[in-house]
């Protein structure tokens, strides 16, 4: 069957006859396409004029220099107020410490972002210890089971104050005090050692070479090693002979890696005569003896010293790390077979290379 | 009403002198000197003041005992803490004028008065210049550009060879100046003597000063090659000085003086080249290891100068070294702002360039680059003048007060917040918080200890011992003196002590630390703060502190 010609329409090429829909887009695009081309045209003309009457460069350029100078003046006159206005106040300190004093509980620790805004440890509260920041960055935290983070709203180097500690549900939510942000992580799985070796002083002896080291008051004075012990003496500063400085062993505190550590220290460093024995008599033993080492003061260049830790029990070596001396560097030894009460635990430490002052802790773990 | 411009116009007649080089200068030394007794003592400053007192005591000895004096110059002239010897004149004169002025240990002015009387020539000849440079507003602009940010004027107020070296380089610059441009030939021959002599003794004040020379032996180069200077008319070659330059076949004659006369001057200044000249010439010579780039004095320049005044010293160089560079194009036409130009930017360059590559002291703080602060000012004097007048021509003097004002006013404000605290820290550098994130000194050397005096006079237990760590034993002494520390409590260096007073400036803290462990003190009783960033710590054992 043909299409009849005469019915309206009937000449109109093949194809379906476009919509309502598709003549109103087709004009909205002719429109705007239209309006387009004209108003580029508009701007290049008005950018041509512009250019054409462009200020010499001279000019120009000394604009752009005033300009800056007035910017700059502005921003300059601005900042000490803006600085002001984002300083905490003696109020927000004090909101924070009494909060801390109502809801802290031994096993607490704060974490202050900046690291500089140390005024939180002269002001927060015994209970809670301020940690320095990079101990908190993946070190050991022995003791902590919660740590609260308090940092400074809008100051620069405030950083994400996580702990970075795997945490578990049931944190505090930070809070608003003022210009200053409190909140709170509940430690997942937090070291809780049986014993801080440092803290055991009290009990320890040290010898060397088979002779007691002298007590002195907080510290242990241990002969010099005698000259010509090794060749690798006549390097060090510590070099033996008459006149050398006994060695000090002290429990400290002392700056490793950049950061406060409590520390069985070992001073003047260097290549001991003969090894050192640091006796820690009825202790708790673990599965595990875990400890750090490093070098006091400015790290040393180059290659780091190494020194060796031994770990004995009751007379047996229960394992043996060697310990180069870069940064705060962990060592761990395991100690399940020797699990008990009551054990004389001792560390033996030898240092082949001269070495700054020695910085040693170690704790038991459960 | 009627009569308000006769009383504007009295009391301009009567500010005109303040308004001039001398006026200026005078008033900058009144100020400074003022200012200059603060109680506020680095362990850098304590160091030079030591060092002058020695290198004085050699120049006293040495005319009545000259064996003597020569056995001891190595010690006499030892750097800190016996370090290896060099020069100290500018020490030897402080402390010669603190000989003189001394009123007693307290009095902390007399050991600064030879910097301030520096800061003064300073501001004479930024005066002088600026007002040969860039008119009358850059005589009034270039020395405030220079002493409203905090560093510069902290340098001005501190004991120490840096003030003298900055007034010494502007000398051997202004002299340089007159001999090429000075009208008749005995005054010209009398400013080469000039630069001579003030070379010399710039030589004797730091070694780096032999920069000088090379930048302005360049200049002199570029001035003969583009004819900056007109040539001297041979009519007079009967005359001494023409005799003199013909002799010096070419060579300008402040430069051949610097050679002639700066060199034997410098000798003779310098006792601590007399034992071993050649070797110790090249051991000053030898870059100091290269300090963390953060840490070096540009970084420092950077971060601790208001930023409106860093653009306009950035933007004065820029303007002066494109002038310069353009100096071949333009042969002949404006050849005296070309030199002035290539001059201040050779002389800035060469300034910035030493403390860059470690030839300068180790100073802290902007110490090592401060001889080109004036340059810096000077140039940014004249770029402000050229901005306002290209920006606005029909009300230049408008424009350049609100230009000035922009760029002086927040350098003002810094100033009045920083003193007499050297060690501020820009908007740049996000103030105190900000350059305390970075890592940068938070002080020059335990001077900020002083803000906790107060606290432990107050509630320091009777006959308490104080140990300082960090903090020279020189500002203990004068703080005693002064009678800001109690007279009962006593000043100990051991275990011993019921009280640390412990400076934190940015760097190790390992003395803080066993401090802290000796008293069995894990957080501090009292604090220091600026912005909240601590400068000090008082520890306290337990019943030491009520």
Known sequence: ?366 | MTRLPALLSRASRLGRPIGSPAGLALLAGAALATFAGHPYLSRSEAAALERGRRAAAFWAVLPVSPGRALAGIDAAFAGAGGGRPGPGLAEAVSAGIEALARTGPADLRAGRLGTVAAAALLTLLLALLGRAVAGRPGGLLAPALLWLAPRPLAAGLAAGPDGAAAALWLLVAWAYRRALLGGERAERMQAAALAGIAFGLALAVRSDALLLLAALALHAAGAAAFAWHPRTPPAAARSTGARLEARLHGVPAPVAAMLLIGLPVAFAASPWLWPAPASRILAALAPAPAAPWLAGPLAVLALATPGAILWSWAGGLALAAARAARAPVRRGRDAGAASDDALLTALALGGLASGALGLAPGSAGLGPVLPALPFLSLLAARGLVAAAHATVPAWPRHALAVLSLATLLPGSVAVSRARPLASAWSELAGGAPGAASLGLPRQDGGEGARGVLADVAARARPGAKVRFVGVAPEAVRAWAARGLLRADVEVVDDDAADLAVVAVDGGSRDAEYRARAALRADRPVAGVYVDEVPLAFVYARAGAWR
Do not use: Y
Not at chain 1, 257 to 282: I, K, N, T, Y
């Open chain 1, 1 to 366: 069957m043909s299409r009849d010609p005469h019915t309206p329409g009937g000449e109109r090429p093949r194809g379906r006859r476009p919509g309502l829909v598709g003549a109103a887009a087709r004009e909205a695009v002719a429109e705007v396409a239209d309006t387009t081309r004209t108003r580029l045209a508009r701007a290049r003309a008005a950018a041509g004029a512009a250019w054409r009457g462009r200020p010499p460069l001279a000019r120009a350029l000394a604009l752009a220099f005033a300009v800056g100078t007035l910017g700059l003046g502005a921003n300059g006159l601005a900042w000490p107020l803006l600085l002001a206005r984002r300083l905490p106040r003696p109020l927000d300190w004090a909101a924070a410490a009494a909060l801390l004093e109502r809801d802290a509980r031994p096993g607490d620790a704060v974490v202050v972002s900046p690291a500089w805004a140390e005024r939180a440890r002269e002001i927060l509260p015994a209970i809670a210890p301020v940690l320095h920041r990079p101990r908190a960055a993946g070190d050991d935290l022995p003791g902590v089971r919660r740590v609260w983070l308090l940092s400074l709203r809008g100051m620069p180097g405030r950083r994400d104050a996580g702990s970075s500690h795997a945490t578990r549900p049931g944190a505090l939510p930070a809070l608003r005090l003022g210009s200053l942000e409190l909140g709170r992580e509940d430690l997942a799985d937090p070291l809780l050692p049986i014993a801080f070796l440092p803290d055991r002083v009290d009990s320890l002896s040290v010898s060397t070479g088979g002779a007691d080291c002298e007590r002195d008051r907080a510290a242990f004075l241990c002969p010099p090693p005698p000259a010509g012990v090794d060749a690798a003496v006549r390097e060090g500063p510590a070099a033996a002979g008459p006149g050398a400085a006994p060695v000090r062993v002290e429990r400290t505190l002392r700056e490793v890696d950049g950061a406060p550590r409590a520390c069985l220290s070992v001073e003047p460093g260097g290549p001991l005569g003969a090894p050192l024995v640091l006796d820690f008599p009825g202790l708790t033993v673990g599965r595990l003896l875990r400890g750090h080492a490093g070098l006091a003061g400015e790290a040393p260049r180059g290659e780091p010293p190494v020194v060796r830790v031994s770990v004995q029990i009751d007379g047996e070596e229960a394992g043996a790390a060697e310990v180069p001396l870069r940064g705060w560097a962990a060592f761990q030894v395991d100690t399940t077979r020797f699990a008990a009460r009551g054990r004389d635990v001792s560390l033996v430490i030898t240092s082949a290379r001269p070495a700054g002052a020695l910085c040693l802790d170690a704790v038991i773990v459960p």
